[in-house]
T-cell receptor
Framework: DQQVKQNSPSLSVQEGRISILNCDYT??????FLWYKKYPAEGPTFLIS?????DKNEDGRFTVFLNKSAKHLSLHIVPSQPGDSAVYFC??????????FGPGTRLSVLP | DGGITQSPKYLFRKEGQNVTLSCEQN?????MYWYRQDPGQGLRLIYY???????QKGDIAEGYSVSREKKESFPLTVTSAQKNPTAFYLC???????????FGDGTRLSIL
């Protein structure tokens, strides 16, 4: 039973346009969420996080939105660059337990 | 330059053989984790340790063992009891249990 789902295995976007990566979770008690980015042959690197008390967090070109009622979060990348091509994982956390990771979405930014 | 190092990058195991994957960090992190990644799935937690000389089973601990004798080191042994060990293994560390984790570059284990 996957508690964290990323229903799009892959996404292609034109350079300069917006990339939107989506993540859904089933446990309404999750209180902290993160996005990681992973290049081939490397480990994931932390990108951005959001607490359940917020609905938006921005860091440069990256913005994460949280919709608690829908149990949905999304990562927006604007503008998308070829170097953003990677696999993106979302992860959810419940205090006192461990992170639960989604299966990832492969983003390809086309020049 | 601080980081987390996993070795080897590729590892091959014969049937019935135990193998140990190395994970070392110089970030002075208290918490360390081992994950397994299979195609189309998220990272699944094998074992974790919040402090030296203590570790806990994760969601898929069967067939694996760990030790945490030093803060910097958290080796994972894949035993012969693990019937489907072929996977990509990731080690991570963090300052605490609810903090973003720093990952190594992984070890890909295959069965001969």
């Amino acid at each position: 039973d996957q508690q964290v789902k990323q229903n799009s295995p892959s996404l292609s976007v034109q350079e300069g346009r917006i990339s939107i990566l989506n993540c859904d979770y089933t446990n309404s008690m999750f209180d902290y969420f993160l996005w990681y980015k992973k290049y081939p042959a490397e480990g994931p690197t932390f990108l951005i996080s959001i607490s359940s008390i917020k609905d938006k967090n921005e860091d440069g070109r990256f913005t994460v939105f949280l919709n608690k009622s829908a149990k949905h979060l999304s990562l927006h990348i604007v503008p998308s660059q070829p170097g953003d091509s990677a696999v993106y994982f979302c992860a959810s956390f419940l205090y006192g337990q461990n992170f639960v990771f989604g299966p990832g979405t492969r983003l390809s930014v086309l020049p | 330059d601080g980081g987390i190092t996993q070795s080897p990058k590729y590892l091959f195991r014969k049937e019935g053989q135990n193998v140990t994957l190395s994970c070392e960090q110089n970030l002075n992190h208290d918490a360390m984790y081992w994950y397994r990644q299979d195609p189309g799935q998220g990272l699944r937690l094998i074992y974790y340790s919040q402090i030296v000389n203590d570790f806990q089973k994760g969601d898929i601990a069967e067939g694996y063992s760990v030790s945490r004798e030093k803060k910097e080191s958290f080796p994972l042994t894949v035993t012969s009891a693990q019937k489907n060990p072929t996977a990509f293994y990731l080690c991570a560390s963090a300052t605490g249990p609810n903090q973003p984790q720093h990952f190594g570059d992984g070890t890909r284990l295959s069965i001969l």
